[in-house]
């Protein structure tokens, strides 16, 4: 099978197209055709070496955590799928990943992709998605009526958080810039801030109960924010380089946000997209042999919005 690999750590010209070998699936495993995978922002981190101590991945490595795609073949144990079934599912971070053609993955991390929207366009859910869903349930606990502040709307885990948000009834302040505005007010942001022209600290001007923070600033910016949170709300944190602030003087908790692979949960997206009260946004979609361009741009910070990376549009 075809494959996008890289055989050492380095820029995005270590990532090569390759002739590999086909996976065959382990017991509990099923092996997947992939119609798509898609583009996170960890792997340029984890293809640059930034991540080698969290996650040790054994070279040559094949990226790709999201997947959606037909189940091709079934391990031993593994007949909670059959082979035809469409599947979706976000990919441990170590092993290879979905930027090939087959890829195989353990049936509990997987889920009945939704059936509303063309199956490529799926893979942009798993990973972003349960990240904004861990981080407003799971972490901050939010309620309706709550005010929670986006900071960093406008990229593809903030796209996904102002709509469960404002579907769970809370009051979505969102900071946009200019050309990520009208999507993130469709979304259902209640309040939307642009960051390249205003001072959040000034333009917020009641407390928040959750402070949700997706976007790339440094401590003491983060720490600023935080003091926009009322007595006893949450700061959940998902730039895993610096600890999320706290204040336990004011019962103000801190969360450093690390997405984990949950079916259950991603069933319930899946399943949210389906009666049509959640939209999957892509904003790009682009072949396998052209993610060595977007690892470049995003590099340089050219990305906005999810890229979905179609590897066989002939499947599902």
Do not use: C
């Not at 390759?18 to 382990?26: F, G, I, L, Q």
């Not at 706290?246 to 991603?266: E, K, T």
Request: proline share 6%; no cysteine; hydrophobic share 45%.
């Amino acid at each position: 099978m075809k494959a996008l690999r890289f055989h050492e750590y380095g820029s995005p010209d270590t990532l090569r197209y390759e002739e590999v070998d086909r996976p065959e699936p382990a017991e509990g495993q099923v092996r997947i055709r992939v119609a798509a995978t898609s583009f996170n922002s960890v792997d340029g981190t984890i293809r640059a070496g930034a991540m080698q101590g969290p996650i040790p991945v054994d070279l040559p490595h094949v990226p790709g955590l999201d997947v959606a795609g037909v189940v091709d073949a079934l391990g031993d144990g593994a007949d909670r799928f059959a082979v035809g079934d469409r599947v979706i599912g976000f990919l441990p971070f170590a092993p290879d990943g979905a930027s090939a053609e087959y890829v195989v993955a353990a049936v509990d991390g997987l889920t009945p992709a939704p059936t509303s929207i063309p199956l490529a366009d799926a893979a942009a859910l798993p990973l972003v998605g349960l990240t904004a869903w861990q981080a407003l349930f799971d972490h901050a606990g939010l309620q309706a009526g709550q005010r929670i502040l986006i900071n960093g709307a406008g990229g593809a885990v903030g796209g996904y958080a102002v709509q469960l948000a404002a579907a769970a009834g809370a009051h979505v302040v969102a900071t946009a810039g200019p050309s990520s505005r009208a999507r993130v007010m469709a979304a259902g942001a209640h309040e939307i801030v642009d960051h390249t022209a205003t001072d959040l600290l000034a333009a917020v001007t009641e407390p928040v109960d959750v402070l949700l923070n997706l976007a790339s600033i440094d401590s003491d910016r983060l720490t600023a924010l935080a003091g926009l949170v009322g007595d006893g709300g949450v700061v959940v944190n998902t730039t895993v380089w610096m600890p999320a602030p706290a204040d336990p003087a004011r019962g103000v908790r801190g969360v450093d946000m690390y997405v984990r692979s949950d079916a259950a949960q991603l069933a319930e997206l899946a399943t949210r997209v389906d009666r049509g009260e959640l939209t999957v946004d892509v904003a790009e979609r682009v072949s396998l042999t052209g993610v060595i361009d977007v690892h470049a741009r995003a590099a340089q910070g050219q990305i906005s919005g999810k890229v979905v990376v179609v590897v066989d549009d002939t499947v599902g």
